[in-house]
């Protein structure tokens, strides 16, 4: 009987130290999701941000598209005009 009383602190020492162990895993998987979840939402708005910039620099380059054909438009209309009036008055 001596030994079994000796045995006793150890086995509840192990099951101590066993349930720690799990919840210390458990504990462990938690922070992993949490770790997880944060990484997939920082990616999301990554992906936002850069959709977003690309979509302003090709709103961008579409504007200076179109006032550039405006200019050429009214510089060609312009000589036109010109080359018109010279003809008609020549």
């Known amino acids: 009987m001596g030994g079994l009383l000796i045995r006793c602190p150890g086995v509840m020492r192990m099951r101590q130290s066993i349930a720690q162990l799990e919840r210390a895993f458990v504990e462990e ?40 054909s405006l200019i050429a438009t009214a510089v060609l209309v312009t000589v036109a005009m010109f080359q018109t009036l010279y003809y008609v008055m020549g």
């Open 29 to 68: 998987i938690e922070l992993d999701r949490a770790r997880r979840e944060h990484l997939r939402h920082t990616a999301a708005q990554r992906a936002r941000s850069r959709r977003v910039q690309r979509k302003q620099q090709r709103s961008s380059l579409r504007f200076f598209l179109l006032v550039v």
